[in-house]
């Protein structure tokens, strides 16, 4: 009696956690998830986060949703966990492995069927979560735990792989035949609009903006989506004709700025017509008897190609093909980036090839060969560019770049520090927020000269935010915590987050969070 009593009470909490999980509300979901972890069948729990997390809708905080309880129980059985530490230690540098290894287990779990094909978006998606967790270090300590209890530090470690696993799959989500095709059948329309505006005009922008920027209804298919779009700019730039490649490449630079896809085949269109305009020029050059030192029929290489390239190609296409480059380059380093295209590309005589290889310098130069000559071209552009814009790229990429040499570090600190005084707002910006990451002694007496302006730049903002530690960084004394808080009161009162209308990065939104999330952090200081 007893028996049969506990497992229709079994039977009805499982009914009731089942439907739970499927409900609309992803707090409620998420709150049955952590209920069915510890519910007592182990078996049904496992089944049943499985397809949880293969069915959750999209949210920005994945990691505030059923997936606490999946790797919840995937710790509760210690076959189970074991053999996920096996695939996590096994596979760390095979992405491809790394999959089938995970779709194996959870299809044996109960999920959907293993995956056996894996290649392109998926491959380029899980090679860079694997990347970041071997920078992170979660990875060691999940290699030392196989058949070991878990401590905290490796309990972490397991939790954020199983997390980024599962998030891999879940943002790779193929579309559907039906919508794939309406989803090309947009992105040609919209190049056949755009086609006959100006290269990087704001009007051709305008066209392909709906398309190429983060859309405002979140779906798990929209890197799947980004894919499908990323095929037809490459169907032009596979063409041939210059309008037409000059528009493919602008579209993918876009496209890449929110999400790298189709990263092999982008590589390669790249560097196909980069080489294309370094043997055009080449050939230009041996014909009119400018190339004395190369031998009939021999091809320009290395450094004297890509300088060909660089006088070849049409200066709008070579800044979108470094935006391209730069873009590839960030979730993932190329295997041999093109160097002497950026570093030529700082001496180009048109500006926005100039802004473009300062721009993509960071991160194409950190830790590299050629950083070095990156900082010194960097600050002779930030110093002596005649164009603003080219001078606050520059200022930006010194910012940013994450410095393998001391040496070059204090050149580039040097530089920012002598545009303490500039006449360009975000220039100053640019350096107080580096004053402020490097703990210069007058650091915040500049933030907040600069914040008593209405209309303060938002880079000042940033900097503050970007301090070392994060949102916990400590500020010098309680007197000027109180005065950044004021100064950020006055400035929300005098509506800054809205006064830049015409801002497209960061946006009224986004500005108005930015000062929301650092009032709230000096508040809890």
């Not at 490459?234 to 490449?249: I, K, M, S, W, Y």
Request: aromatic share 4%; net charge negative; proline share 6%.
């Amino acid at each position: 009696m007893f028996t049969k009593r506990r497992a229709r009470k079994q039977a009805e909490l499982h009914e009731e956690l089942g439907a739970a999980l499927r409900a609309p509300d992803a707090e409620v979901r998420r709150k049955a998830a952590i209920a069915a972890a510890g519910a007592g069948e182990l078996q049904w729990a496992l089944r049943e986060l499985t397809r949880a997390v293969e069915r959750e809708p999209w949210t920005e905080d994945f990691d505030e949703t059923v997936v606490v309880g999946f790797v919840t129980v995937l710790r509760r059985d210690q076959g189970v966990r074991e053999r996920t530490q096996r695939i996590f230690a096994t596979h760390l540098d095979d992405p491809e492995g790394f999959v089938r290894a995970w779709t194996e287990l959870t299809e044996d779990l109960g999920g959907g069927p293993a995956v056996r094909e894996v290649e392109g978006e998926l491959r380029d998606d899980m090679r860079a979560r694997l990347t970041y967790l071997r920078d992170e270090g979660h990875a060691a300590e999940v290699l030392s735990g196989i058949g070991q209890p878990l401590t905290f530090a490796r309990e972490l470690a397991f939790d954020i792989t199983a997390l980024l696993a599962s998030l891999v799959m879940r943002r790779n989500t193929p579309v559907p035949e039906a919508e794939a095709n309406q989803v090309r059948a947009e992105m040609r329309a919209a190049l056949k609009k755009a086609l006959p505006h100006a290269p990087g005009s704001d009007e051709r922008a305008a066209v392909l903006a709906p398309l190429t920027r983060t859309p405002a209804v979140r779906s798990w298919t929209d890197r799947a989506r980004a894919g499908l779009y990323a095929d037809e700019a490459l169907a032009l730039c596979a063409g041939g004709e210059r309008d037409l490649v000059a528009l493919g490449t602008e579209a993918l630079a876009k496209l890449s700025f929110r999400e790298v896809v189709r990263r092999d085949q982008v590589r390669e269109t790249l560097d196909r017509l980069v080489a294309q305009a370094g043997r055009a020029a080449g050939q230009a050059g041996q014909a009119a008897g400018q190339s004395a030192g190369q031998a009939a029929g021999q091809e320009p290489r290395g450094a004297q190609q890509d300088q060909d390239a660089q006088d070849a190609l049409d200066p709008f296409l070579l800044s979108q093909i470094l935006a391209c480059y730069s873009h590839l380059h960030v979730p993932l380093p190329l295997d041999d980036p093109p160097f002497d295209l950026f570093l030529d590309g700082l001496r180009h005589p048109d500006p926005a090839v100039r802004a473009s290889a300062a721009d993509g310098l960071d991160p194409i130069a950190t830790g590299s060969p050629v950083e070095g000559r990156a900082v010194e071209g960097l600050v002779g552009l930030l110093e002596h560019d005649p164009e603003v814009d080219v001078r606050r790229h520059a200022a930006t990429a010194l910012r940013w770049l994450k410095y393998g040499d001391e040496q070059h570090s204090g050149i580039a600190a040097d530089a920012l520090a002598r545009q303490a005084d500039s006449p360009d707002p975000e220039i100053r910006a640019h350096s107080v927020a580096d004053a402020l990451q490097r703990g210069a002694p007058d650091a915040y007496e500049r933030l907040l000269t600069g914040l008593e302006s209405p209309d303060a730049h938002w880079q000042l903002l940033s900097g503050l935010m970007n301090m070392p530690g994060g949102s916990g960084f400590a500020l010098p004394s309680r007197s000027v915590r109180k005065a950044l808080i004021e100064r950020l009161e006055a400035l929300r009162a005098t509506g800054w987050a809205e006064r830049d209308a015409a801002a497209v990065l960061p946006d009224a939104d986004d500005r108005a969070e930015l000062l929301t999330d650092l009032l709230e952090t000096l508040n809890d200081l």
